[in-house]
């Protein structure tokens, strides 16, 4: 099965363990030399550095390889139980090797800027060990060769978003975040361990190899149990990637540190669960039901955090939903069946929104030290804020535009083709059934929105009038190059990656969907068929052109920055304005529905009734109670008197010898 | 030696030995009816002996000593008893009451 292993594939535990030492030096730094800033430094950014290049060598050994199969490297052996036998085990085969040199890559260029961003941070070393932590576990979720290997990186992950959301934890509000973030995500994991079961259950093994070997045989198409296990992953997905109903958690997880939210919470782990499904796609290929669940989940969620985007002011919790928005388009694709353009959206985004973080940690970078020189005390996030920044900090503005060019999709940025590869393929099953059409509705609709607030934030930010304030506005600056640098890579990046899978149209075309092949194959054997002629192809391309030129354009004519206030002087919206500012007020609903309601039965039910009356007050008391009276009952027969002794002694062993000698 | 009368003396010392632990309050009384009960089972044990073999007499042996050391501590401690209270009613002394 496993083809013979080239050398260079070999090195692959070499990626995953590099970060791995990057997290034990800083984090023994951070207890015992917190301000040894160089040293953190050069350990925190140059293991990734350093991983990259391993990455790149060991996906040349997969390139140079052509191998059928995946190679699948065993270290140990983990769980030896009965019939279960899970090892710890890395799989490399091209849908890894993408991730491989997505998460390094990028992982990369974000550690070099967090040593500009977070230069001045007392918690220098945690945070650098945190991010290699991260990083490790990223690996190791996406190297996993099964599912319970995946599932440590998985939790791995969630761990690590959560110390890095709740960094700040001095405020309250960054810790609630963390937690939020957890919390979330443990209802998906609940999901992803159900769908565990379920695949072991029928298949007796949980090695990615075996399973989707096994999966063709074992479950007929639209199986009750096949559906019930893509379900039930899709839920631990929708956790990890932010979707309908699990979405809430990733703008609050804003409260980190920006590059934290780059890396993890828009390039990275909230991309995982769109990785899960792409590399199940034998399962999801399976499950009509499920895949169509996953597509209409990704559309509306596409379409729902792009409204909410529309009126948020914080920089940052405007990307937030963009993120939500975008990982929508990617579950639309991989839910249609188009795995290798859900992938290749993964991949472009992940450069386009990585820049756009990294460029608004940038801003807030500036606005906030400006401030900080005057010692006002005004919100560094806020869009009212800004205005005007383009003058001073040029590099920064324009390498935000590439990246906002590319996430509305303007041809022949990356954003374009991954974005309209998507809705083409879902376009294209409406042929099928009728009820793709509206979910390609649900996506144009978005991709319009996605337009129209990234223009809006781009105004706001960097063009009109100032609104910091007089003195500060001395105090803007570009950032450092350690910082502008890695921005300009991942501009570069936002451009070229759109080349990676061209539509068919287009010569030189679906090169990514190409080098996907051995893993989406089997996917696409039992999956639907895409059947969409140049002509119709040609159409989509300038529909989904004219789209973005309508978003922009249309910012650009209706958006007045010159009428806007500074967030202190702002007056709140009204109307529909109101409801999308306070986020259609789901936070509200689900803290009603939800959380209240289970607060409510903790106390009154858990609290009051089962632990202070059942189990303290009938269980461990009532058991003390029984003990003493009892006891009582046998200190009436101890008189105290000799006689009455003797007498019980004699009368007793009279009744004993009766009873022995009869 | 005929077993039957032996036997019918040890029941009768026996049954006066509980007879006086029950009944009698002088706390040396009723360690004399011990005794005498003690002796009751002994003359068992020697009269069984003629005709079971000899470790009835080897076990009489053990019981004397025993009872030697009872008294012993028991005379002790009615001493001891007597000291405190200036009484050796056996009524008087119920601290044990639960």
Same mark, same amino acid.
């Given at each position: 099965?496993?083809?013979?292993?080239? *050398?260079?594939?070999?090195?692959?535990?070499?990626?995953?363990?590099?970060?791995?030492?990057?997290?034990?030096?800083?984090?023994?730094?951070?207890?015992?030399?917190?301000?040894?800033?160089?040293?953190?430094?050069?350990?925190?950014?140059?293991?990734?550095?350093?991983?990259?290049?391993?990455?790149?060598?060991?996906?040349?050994?997969?390139?140079?390889?052509?191998?059928?199969?995946?190679?699948?490297?065993?270290?140990?052996?983990?769980?030896?139980?009965?019939?279960?036998?899970?090892?710890?085990?890395?799989?490399?085969?091209?849908?890894?090797?993408?991730?491989?040199?997505?998460?390094?890559?990028?992982?990369?260029?974000?550690?070099?800027?967090?040593?500009?961003?977070?230069?001045?941070?007392?918690?220098?070393?945690?945070?650098?060990?945190?991010?290699?932590?991260?990083?490790?576990?990223?690996?190791?979720?996406?190297?996993?060769? *099964?599912?319970?290997?995946?599932?440590?990186?998985?939790?791995?992950?969630?761990?690590?978003?959560?110390?890095?959301?709740?960094?700040?934890?001095?405020?309250?509000?960054?810790?609630?975040?963390?937690?939020?973030?957890?919390?979330?995500?443990?209802?998906?994991?609940?999901?992803?361990?159900?769908?565990?079961?379920?695949?072991?259950?029928?298949?007796?093994?949980?090695?990615?190899?075996?399973?989707?070997?096994?999966?063709?045989?074992?479950?007929?198409?639209?199986?009750?149990?096949?559906?019930?296990?893509?379900?039930?992953?899709?839920?631990?997905?929708?956790?990890?990637?932010?979707?309908?109903?699990?979405?809430?958690?990733?703008?609050?997880?804003?409260?980190?540190?920006?590059?934290?939210?780059?890396?993890?919470?828009?390039?990275?782990?909230?991309?995982?669960?769109?990785?899960?499904?792409?590399?199940?796609?034998?399962?999801?290929?399976?499950?009509?039901?499920?895949?169509?669940?996953?597509?209409?989940?990704?559309?509306?969620?596409?379409?729902?955090?792009?409204?909410?985007?529309?009126?948020?002011?914080?920089?940052?919790?405007?990307?937030?939903?963009?993120?939500?928005?975008?990982?929508?388009?990617?579950?639309?694709?991989?839910?249609?069946?188009?795995?290798?353009?859900?992938?290749?959206?993964?991949?472009?985004?992940?450069?386009?929104?990585?820049?756009?973080?990294?460029?608004?940690?940038?801003?807030?970078?500036?606005?906030?030290?400006?401030?900080?020189?005057?010692?006002?005390?005004?919100?560094?996030?806020?869009?009212?804020?800004?205005?005007?920044?383009?003058?001073?900090?040029?590099?920064?503005?324009?390498?935000?535009?590439?990246?906002?060019?590319?996430?509305?999709?303007?041809?022949?940025?990356?954003?374009?083709?991954?974005?309209?590869?998507?809705?083409?393929?879902?376009?294209?099953?409406?042929?099928?059934?009728?009820?793709?059409?509206?979910?390609?509705?649900?996506?144009?609709?978005?991709?319009?929105?996605?337009?129209?607030?990234?223009?809006?934030?781009?105004?706001?930010?960097?063009?009109?009038?100032?609104?910091?304030?007089?003195?500060?506005?001395?105090?803007?600056?570009?950032?450092?190059?350690?910082?502008?640098?890695?921005?300009?890579?991942?501009?570069?990046?936002?451009?070229?990656?759109?080349?990676?899978?061209?539509?068919?149209?287009?010569?030189?075309?679906?090169?990514?969907?190409?080098?996907?092949?051995?893993?989406?194959?089997?996917?696409?054997?039992?999956?639907?068929?895409?059947?969409?002629?140049?002509?119709?192809?040609?159409?989509?391309?300038?529909?989904?052109?004219?789209?973005?030129?309508?978003?922009?354009?249309?910012?650009?004519?209706?958006?007045?920055?010159?009428?806007?206030?500074?967030?202190?002087?702002?007056?709140?919206?009204?109307?529909?304005?109101?409801?999308?500012?306070?986020?259609?007020?789901?936070?509200?609903?689900?803290?009603?529905?939800?959380?209240?309601?289970?607060?409510?039965?903790?106390?009154?039910?858990?609290?009051?009734?089962?632990?202070?009356?059942?189990?303290?007050?009938?269980?461990?008391?009532?058991?003390?109670?029984?003990?003493?009276?009892?006891?009582?009952?046998?200190?009436?027969?101890?008189?105290?008197?000799?006689?009455?002794?003797?007498?019980?002694?004699?009368?007793?062993?009279?009744?004993?010898?009766?009873?022995?000698?009869? | 030696?005929?077993?039957?009368?032996?036997?019918?003396?040890?029941?009768?010392?026996?049954?006066?030995?509980?007879?006086?632990?029950?009944?009698?309050?002088?706390?040396?009384?009723?360690?004399?009816?011990?005794?005498?009960?003690?002796?009751?089972?002994?003359?068992?044990?020697?009269?069984?002996?003629?005709?079971?073999?000899?470790?009835?007499?080897?076990?009489?042996?053990?019981?004397?000593?025993?009872?030697?050391?009872?008294?012993?501590?028991?005379?002790?401690?009615?001493?001891?008893?007597?000291?405190?209270?200036?009484?050796?009613?056996?009524?008087?002394?119920?601290?044990?009451?639960?």
């Amino acid at each position: 099965m496993t083809p013979d292993l080239p *050398s260079s594939v070999q090195l692959v535990w070499l990626v995953a363990a590099l970060p791995l030492l990057g997290f034990l030096v800083n984090g023994v730094l951070s207890f015992v030399r917190p301000l040894a800033t160089r040293t953190v430094s050069a350990v925190g950014a140059g293991v990734l550095v350093a991983a990259f290049l391993v990455a790149a060598w060991v996906v040349s050994g997969v390139v140079r390889g052509h191998a059928e199969g995946p190679y699948v490297l065993t270290f140990w052996s983990w769980m030896p139980v009965g019939d279960l036998a899970v090892d710890v085990a890395f799989q490399v085969d091209p849908l890894s090797a993408v991730m491989l040199l997505v998460v390094t890559g990028i992982g990369a260029l974000i550690h070099v800027f967090s040593i500009g961003y977070m230069r001045a941070d007392p918690s220098y070393a945690r945070y650098f060990a945190y991010l290699n932590l991260f990083v490790f576990f990223m690996l190791v979720l996406i190297l996993g060769a *099964s599912f319970p290997v995946m599932f440590v990186g998985w939790e791995g992950v969630g761990l690590c978003s959560y110390l890095l959301i709740g960094f700040w934890f001095e405020e309250k509000a960054n810790a609630d975040a963390g937690k939020k973030a957890f919390i979330m995500n443990r209802i998906g994991d609940a999901g992803f361990l159900v769908a565990m079961f379920l695949i072991f259950q029928a298949t007796g093994s949980l090695t990615f190899v075996d399973v989707f070997a096994a999966a063709p045989g074992v479950f007929e198409v639209g199986g009750p149990t096949i559906e019930l296990i893509t379900l039930a992953l899709f839920l631990g997905c929708a956790g990890k990637s932010a979707q309908i109903p699990l979405y809430t958690w990733l703008p609050d997880a804003m409260a980190g540190p920006t590059p934290v939210s780059a890396l993890i919470h828009a390039a990275t782990m909230v991309t995982a669960g769109v990785y899960l499904v792409a590399r199940a796609n034998v399962l999801f290929a399976l499950a009509p039901i499920a895949s169509l669940v996953v597509a209409t989940v990704g559309a509306v969620t596409a379409l729902f955090a792009a409204t909410i985007a529309l009126k948020q002011w914080d920089i940052k919790k405007i990307l937030a939903y963009s993120t939500v928005s975008q990982l929508g388009y990617m579950f639309l694709g991989v839910g249609v069946g188009a795995w290798a353009s859900g992938i290749f959206h993964l991949v472009t985004h992940a450069f386009f929104k990585a820049l756009l973080f990294l460029g608004a940690g940038s801003v807030i970078h500036a606005v906030h030290h400006a401030y900080h020189a005057t010692h006002r005390h005004e919100d560094a996030q806020d869009l009212r804020n800004m205005g005007g920044l383009a003058r001073h900090m040029p590099w920064t503005a324009t390498l935000m535009w590439v990246a906002t060019l590319a996430i509305a999709g303007v041809p022949p940025f990356a954003g374009f083709f991954s974005k309209d590869e998507i809705l083409a393929r879902a376009f294209a099953l409406g042929h099928e059934a009728w009820v793709f059409y509206p979910l390609w509705g649900a996506g144009v609709v978005a991709a319009l929105l996605t337009a129209f607030y990234m223009t809006r934030l781009m105004l706001y930010t960097f063009h009109g009038p100032n609104r910091t304030g007089e003195e500060e506005r001395d105090h803007l600056h570009e950032a450092p190059w350690i910082m502008t640098g890695p921005l300009v890579v991942l501009g570069v990046g936002s451009v070229v990656t759109g080349l990676l899978n061209l539509p068919h149209v287009l010569p030189g075309a679906g090169w990514l969907e190409h080098w996907l092949e051995p893993v989406t194959a089997a996917g696409m054997l039992s999956g639907p068929e895409f059947h969409l002629g140049a002509r119709t192809e040609w159409l989509l391309l300038l529909g989904a052109t004219a789209i973005a030129a309508a978003g922009i354009g249309g910012a650009w004519r209706f958006l007045r920055p010159e009428t806007l206030r500074p967030a202190r002087e702002a007056t709140p919206e009204a109307g529909w304005q109101r409801v999308l500012a306070r986020k259609y007020y789901v936070d509200e609903i689900y803290d009603a529905v939800l959380v209240r309601p289970l607060v409510w039965f903790s106390e009154r039910v858990l609290w009051k009734v089962a632990d202070t009356f059942l189990i303290d007050g009938l269980g461990v008391n009532g058991a003390a109670r029984v003990t003493r009276f009892t006891g009582w009952l046998g200190t009436r027969l101890q008189t105290g008197r000799a006689g009455t002794y003797v007498g019980v002694f004699v009368v007793g062993a009279l009744v004993l010898l009766r009873v022995l000698t009869r | 030696m005929l077993l039957g009368p032996a036997l019918a003396v040890s029941a009768m010392l026996f049954s006066i030995g509980v007879g006086g632990v029950l009944l009698r309050r002088n706390a040396i009384v009723i360690f004399m009816s011990v005794e005498l009960m003690l002796n009751a089972v002994n003359l068992t044990f020697v009269a069984l002996a003629q005709q079971l073999g000899p470790q009835g007499q080897v076990i009489v042996f053990f019981v004397m000593a025993v009872a030697a050391a009872e008294a012993a501590v028991g005379l002790a401690i009615m001493l001891a008893i007597y000291r405190h209270r200036e009484t050796l009613d056996i009524d008087e002394f119920s601290l044990l009451r639960g």
